[in-house]
């Protein structure tokens, strides 16, 4: 397997989309996330408890479809990481046929809208492979991710000297074992916070699965609102739960990745 | 007059255009310490790198023990393990400890078992006097530290041939010396190396043969005695006066 390994200085790779990770050097932005992590709390727990009725109701029905949430969340993260390892690899492949593969895959799919290709990988793969709703959900996701993983590992591996390949060989590796040995593993540590970027937009973008079929956390809301129509509130609710979660998972990322620039 | 360890014939390679080498002819015998000095830009690190084929030529031969190293149907990594490469930034693994650094490719590539291979390990820090290292990272080493692992681990192969790329280049000049004091150790044991690097002090000491390179070429070649103190060719006396002052 041929790559093309660039000349660059170790970076540290950030490809978020979404989540503004919050630093030391930047105390505004730190604030903001306070702001809106204690606002979010605060009503949380407040509403339910000054107006049972419809807050805490709305939210009682939320533990199952949380449950659902990032079940579909982890799995498909999962799955898109195997993906992507193999994408980011196959798009730095000397090889033509392998590079093609991974690069077209890549445009197609940064191309469509994520909720037009999920009803359409979802329908697909309901109608040729018979999948469960589940397994569908999950796998759409993780094919729409695979190829925004497969970006992060690429941009990872190529953010490793190219001396560490040359090392490798030289030592009487192939390419394959220098890849799996060595690459690899520096790889991953310095695109874990990338990775969990990605996590916290899966967690958000989960939500569209709901639209075709599971029962997830925003799906519990739409029941909710479907039945007593009263939307804001349900909406309002499901909007402070998500937004609980991907701020504490994006405090937890650049908390990782502060650890991981100590020990460089 | 012994069979050449390494044959280089007729070599040519360009970068853009640019003649990294022009037909270059060279042999490496066992046993020999090769000098290769020369301005940046001369060709001498491609020269080196051509030997393991980290570098392809456009054109000409390497042949390494009598196989044609360029030649797509040689297996490559069978030819790479009996070379070792020490280069100027060290490249040790980040991530890996030590003791891993040195005991990683004798057992993925050899089929050395993990037992053997720390074995072998402890012996060649002993050699290299860092044996309280073995489990420090790489990252806990100075620059002559990580130097003298880089050679541990090329020799933790057990080559017949080692190749070192301005190996004190990226050293502080407190460090060089230790390093030096490993390599002339090696080649007191007889074990062949090829070296590109300035250190006029350690050629003298060491080499057996020391050639000069300028665009791409090998200008002169002689003892270093011959190349040092009685230069024939007028580049090669200008670039030493560079050196030397």
């Given at each position: 397997m041929g790559l093309e390994i660039d000349r660059e200085p170790r970076v540290n790779i950030q490809v978020t989309d979404g989540v503004l990770l919050p630093e030391k050097s930047q105390p505004t932005l730190f604030n903001s996330w306070a702001i809106a992590f204690t606002l979010a709390v605060v009503l949380l727990v407040v509403l339910p408890i000054v107006r049972p009725d419809p807050y805490w109701n709305i939210l009682v029905t939320f533990p199952a479809g949380i449950l659902v949430t990032f079940q579909v969340t982890v799995s498909a993260i999962i799955l898109a990481t195997l993906i992507g390892i193999f994408v980011g690899i196959g798009q730095l492949s000397k090889r033509t046929?392998?590079?093609?593969?991974?690069?077209?895959?890549?445009?197609?799919?940064?191309?469509?809208?994520?909720?037009?290709?999920?009803?359409?990988?979802?329908?697909?793969?309901?109608?040729?492979?018979?999948?469960?709703?589940?397994?569908?959900?999950?796998?759409?996701?993780?094919?729409?991710?695979?190829?925004?993983?497969?970006?992060?590992?690429?941009?990872?591996?190529?953010?490793?000297?190219?001396?560490?390949?040359?090392?490798?060989?030289?030592?009487?590796?192939?390419?394959?074992?220098?890849?799996?040995?060595?690459?690899?593993?520096?790889?991953?540590?310095?695109?874990?916070?990338?990775?969990?970027?990605?996590?916290?937009?899966?967690?958000?973008?989960?939500?569209?699965?709901?639209?075709?079929?599971?029962?997830?956390?925003?799906?519990?809301?739409?029941?909710?609102?479907?039945?007593?129509f009263n939307y804001f509130d349900a909406y309002l609710m499901v909007s402070l739960v998500y937004l609980v979660f991907t701020l504490f998972l994006s405090r937890l990322v650049a908390f990782m990745e502060e650890k991981l620039k100590q020990h460089d | 007059?012994?069979?050449?360890?390494?044959?280089?014939?007729?070599?040519?390679?360009?970068?853009?255009?640019?003649?990294?080498?022009?037909?270059?002819?060279?042999?490496?015998?066992?046993?020999?310490?090769?000098?290769?000095?020369?301005?940046?830009?001369?060709?001498?690190?491609?020269?080196?790198?051509?030997?393991?084929?980290?570098?392809?030529?456009?054109?000409?031969?390497?042949?390494?023990?009598?196989?044609?190293?360029?030649?797509?149907?040689?297996?490559?990594?069978?030819?790479?393990?009996?070379?070792?490469?020490?280069?100027?930034?060290?490249?040790?693994?980040?991530?890996?400890?030590?003791?891993?650094?040195?005991?990683?490719?004798?057992?993925?590539?050899?089929?050395?078992?993990?037992?053997q291979a720390r074995l072998k390990a402890q012996q060649l820090l002993e050699k290299i006097h860092l044996p309280d290292k073995i489990h420090a990272w790489p990252e806990q080493l100075s620059g002559g530290q990580k130097q003298r692992v880089a050679i541990a681990r090329a020799l933790a192969m057990e080559p017949r041939l080692l190749l070192f790329d301005e190996p004190t280049s990226a050293l502080d000049p407190e460090m060089v010396k230790e390093v030096l004091d490993v390599m002339l150790d090696l080649a007191r044991e007889g074990m062949t190396m090829a070296v590109v690097s300035h250190e006029m002090g350690f050629a003298k000491a060491a080499a057996h043969r020391v050639i000069f390179m300028d665009e791409g070429e090998i200008v002169e070649e002689g003892s270093p005695d011959q190349i040092f103190n009685r230069p024939q060719n007028p580049r090669t006396e200008k670039f030493l006066q560079h050196v030397l002052h």
């Open positions: 046929f392998i590079n093609r593969l991974a690069t077209v895959y890549v445009e197609i799919i940064r191309g469509i809208p994520l909720l037009v290709q999920i009803f359409f990988l979802y329908f697909a793969l309901g109608r040729f492979l018979r999948l469960q709703d589940f397994p569908a959900a999950v796998l759409s996701m993780a094919i729409c991710y695979g190829a925004y993983m497969g970006e992060v590992f690429r941009a990872g591996i190529q953010a490793i000297p190219r001396g560490q390949m040359e090392a490798a060989l030289s030592q009487g590796l192939s390419r394959g074992q220098a890849l799996r040995l060595i690459i690899l593993p520096q790889t991953v540590k310095i695109i874990l916070p990338a990775i969990g970027n990605e996590f916290i937009a899966l967690l958000k973008d989960s939500s569209l699965v709901s639209v075709v079929a599971l029962t997830d956390l925003f799906r519990q809301a739409r029941n909710y609102a479907s039945v007593t | 007059m012994t069979e050449p360890l390494v044959r280089i014939e007729q070599a040519r390679k360009s970068f853009n255009k640019v003649h990294a080498l022009r037909s270059v002819n060279l042999s490496i015998y066992p046993g020999e310490v090769l000098f290769i000095i020369g301005p940046s830009g001369s060709g001498k690190s491609t020269l080196l790198r051509t030997i393991n084929r980290l570098e392809m030529l456009d054109s000409g031969s390497v042949w390494f023990d009598g196989i044609d190293v360029m030649d797509h149907k040689t297996d490559i990594r069978h030819i790479r393990e009996q070379i070792g490469m020490v280069f100027q930034a060290f490249h040790l693994y980040p991530h890996l400890r030590v003791l891993d650094n040195i005991t990683l490719a004798p057992r993925v590539v050899k089929k050395v078992t993990a037992e």
